[in-house]
């Protein structure tokens, strides 16, 4: 098991290219089901979570290769087994959007529930209630979920909204199912999230006929068949937003290419509230902060709103203004497992809830730490490069599902990080 050995304080200086998108690609890839073929993925970023997508889809009867130059080949000819096994699933809960292409492709389809994770109890109630009302039998059968639609599915007005909002990966499994069923499907309340206005960019391009994309309302007429696709994935919001918090917290200036400022508008208004400068450029932007950060509060949203996928990485940043900010988290009121790590940093925090208010302090100090989950992790890395001595964060592989070798990408900066096998530290 690797960790990470971070040398800090740092200063970061340089440019930086933003991967594809992450959660762009898992439910693209699901999409290839869709339509027997050979498709194509570009840009498609080299993680553990692809990888574990494509072991997925092979363990479907599929098959996929990743060719050097970040392209993905998908072939779904001869995809005939639609039973997503728990030994996969459990090890990525996207792998649950596997569900409406297998149910649409082969009239059914079993799939484990997706089982516990670091942020926190994650139901699959609404994708069930979508599915259901695209006309599948769903059952729940010795921890799988077990769908069928021998007669297939037909278009429906759906409501699939939740108490907390949209739902990133529910709105992908009804959409890809809709696209093949007879006749017109309204899904209202439909997450608004870049990732799945791609997806659904992507699903016309194989001939689905999607209409409000980027909208709460998507509306879908449902064709026979689809043709595979040959897409390139977008620039992932969350990786670029990392890297802008990463100049941030090292009072630096970093300039990010393959950047889509309009995925990020509510993490641009808070960096610019406490004292960071982003300026557009004609490829992405450019990141800089010289003097000190000042206190905000901060509420994660659904899309526009500020990402729960930065959260973790902001409060790290936020724990060196010169005063009191809040954060509150809520859409997965439990993704707090980033802040007892960075009080071992010497960040002043405390949990009310599903909040946490942090008090500024004027330096972080390096600790060992562990990693917990992906977001989570990114944080400890960027207190790292901010916090005074040597900071181990064990447990890297969390990383590595979300960051393609982040090392090797922030050391070119200015960082200071080695990887290691945890014997040895
Ligand atoms: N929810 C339900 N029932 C459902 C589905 C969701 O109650 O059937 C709730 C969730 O518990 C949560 C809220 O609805 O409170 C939103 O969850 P959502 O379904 O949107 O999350 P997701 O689709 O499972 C994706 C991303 C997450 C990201 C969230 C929110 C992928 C592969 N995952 O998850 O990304 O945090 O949307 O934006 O796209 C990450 O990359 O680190 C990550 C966790």
Do not use: W
Not at 105 to 114: D, E, I, K, L, W
Not at 281 to 290: D, E, I
Not at 398 to 420: S, T, V
């Amino acid at each position: 098991m690797d960790v990470f050995r971070i040398e800090g304080p740092v200063k970061l200086s340089g440019s930086v290219t933003v991967n594809g998108s992450k959660n762009a690609s898992l439910p693209i890839m699901a999409a290839a089901i869709l339509a027997p073929g050979k498709s194509v993925l570009k840009s498609a970023p080299d993680l553990s979570d692809i990888t574990v997508c494509g072991q997925l889809l092979e363990q479907l009867g599929g098959k996929v290769t990743r060719q050097n130059n970040g392209v993905l080949l998908i072939d779904s000819t001869t995809i005939d087994n639609p039973v997503g096994d728990y030994e996969i699933v459990r090890k990525m809960r996207a792998s649950i959007c596997i569900l409406g292409p297998l149910l649409a492709r082969c009239g059914r389809a079993t799939v484990s529930m997706p089982g516990g994770c670091a942020i926190g109890y994650r139901p699959v109630d609404i994708h069930l209630r979508g599915l259901r009302e695209l006309g599948a039998k769903i059952r729940l059968d010795n921890g799988y979920i077990v769908a069928e639609a021998p007669n297939g599915l037909r278009g429906s007005d759906i409501f699939l909204g939740g108490s907390f909002g949209s739902t990133v990966l529910g709105t992908a499994n009804v959409l890809m199912a809709a696209t093949l069923a007879k006749g017109r499907t309204v899904i209202e309340s439909a997450a608004c999230e870049p990732e799945v206005a791609d997806l659904a960019t992507c699903l016309n391009q194989m001939g689905a006929k999607i209409t409000g994309i980027g909208s709460p309302r998507l509306t879908i007429k449902g064709v026979s068949q689809l043709k595979p696709f040959d897409y390139e994935v977008i620039p992932d919001r969350i990786e670029a937003g990392t890297f802008m918090i990463a100049a941030a917290i090292a009072k630096s200036r970093l300039e990010l290419k393959n950047c889509r400022l309009e995925d990020l508008m509510a993490v641009v208004d808070k960096l610019r509230e406490i004292g960071v400068t982003v300026e557009s450029t004609h490829s992405g932007c450019v990141v800089a902060r010289s003097g000190p950060v000042k206190p905000a509060d901060i509420t994660t949203q659904p899309f526009p709103g500020f990402p729960t996928d930065l959260q973790a990485q902001f409060m790290a940043l936020l724990s060196l203004a010169e005063g009191n900010s809040i954060v509150i988290e809520k859409i997965f009121p439990d993704r707090f497992m980033h802040v007892a790590e960075l009080a071992r940093m010497a960040a002043n925090l405390r949990k009310e809830g599903p909040a946490v208010i942090v008090s500024g302090v004027k330096k972080l100090i390096a600790a060992p730490v562990m990693a917990s989950d992906l977001r989570a992790s990114a944080a400890l890395v960027l207190a790292g490069l901010a916090a005074e001595g040597t900071t181990i964060i064990n447990r890297v592989y969390h990383i590595d599902r979300g960051y393609e070798k982040i090392e090797q990408r922030l050391n070119p900066l200015g960082a200071k990080i080695i990887r290691q096998d945890a014997t040895g530290v």
